[in-house]
């Protein structure tokens, strides 16, 4: 897989979403992942801390729906058994979730596995056991998902990219001003969530034709 600059996170918290879907209508958050789609983002995890069970279920149907339409690698936050049952592309762990080799010993071969990290010793960790990439932050402050870890700052960036082949995803309060720095300084991409929230398809648009220059 050619891994893309613009890793987008589909967080239904960010939106004025009510509980219902239905198969003729469907949230905003739905129709906000809808938008991403038709403007060209081709990579999105599915991120869902507060919902039922059912509800992450029925909506990562949904989207699985939507990115096999839309040719879009679909990644699902922490939950390995519904990354399994919509047949999702990958799995993102946290550092507190399962650990690699048991997430690799029941998905599907080539089902990828991508996991957070903080600190350089845990992204060598998660580069020795197989994740296919790593999240890396928090760059920035962020409030979109509450985190122990005081920002890392760009530096971190450059000091981890010397260190770790797999690619890397910064993550944590990054903003227009700061996406094309954090691409210099050396991450593959920047993974976005409350960034992107409710925008539209000509600023999603923006977004990736300004982290995908001309060759």
């Keep these: 897989m050619t891994y893309p600059p613009l890793y987008w996170i589909a967080d239904p918290a960010l939106y004025e979403a009510g509980d219902d879907i239905s198969d003729q209508g469907g949230t905003r958050f739905l129709q906000a992942v809808e ?15 507060s919902s039922q069970r059912g509800l992450i279920y029925k909506r990562a149907l949904r989207l699985r729906e939507i990115c096999t339409r839309g040719k879009v690698t679909f990644i699902v936050n922490d939950e390995i058994d519904i990354a399994l049952a919509v047949e999702a ?3 993102h762990l946290g550092q507190d979730d399962f ?5 690799r010993s029941v998905l599907k071969s080539g089902i990828m596995v991508g ?19 790593i999240g890396y932050g928090p760059i920035f402050k962020t409030q979109t998902k509450i985190s122990e870890t005081a ?7 450059a000091e981890i990219r010397e260190k770790v082949s797999i690619p890397i995803y910064a993550i944590g309060g ?11 300084a050396g991450a593959t991409g920047v993974a976005l969530a409350s960034a992107l929230a409710g925008a539209s398809k000509e600023t999603l648009q923006e977004w990736i034709k300004t982290l995908h220059p001309p060759s």
């Excluded at 991403?36 to 801390?49: L, M, N, P, S, W």
């Excluded at 996991?115 to 990439?133: C, F, K, M, P, R």
């Excluded at 920002?151 to 960036?157: D, E, K, V």
């Design 35 to 49: 938008t991403a789609v038709e403007a060209g983002i081709c990579f999105i995890q599915y991120r869902d801390k």
């Design 151 to 157: 920002p890392l700052g760009m530096a971190a960036i």
């Design 99 to 103: 650990p690699i080799e048991m997430a």
């Design 115 to 133: 996991i957070s990290t903080h600190n350089l010793a845990q992204a060598l960790e998660a580069q020795s056991s197989g994740a296919d990439y």
């Design 89 to 91: 592309d990958g799995v």
């Design 174 to 184: 990054i903003q227009w001003p700061q996406a094309q720095d954090v691409l210099a």
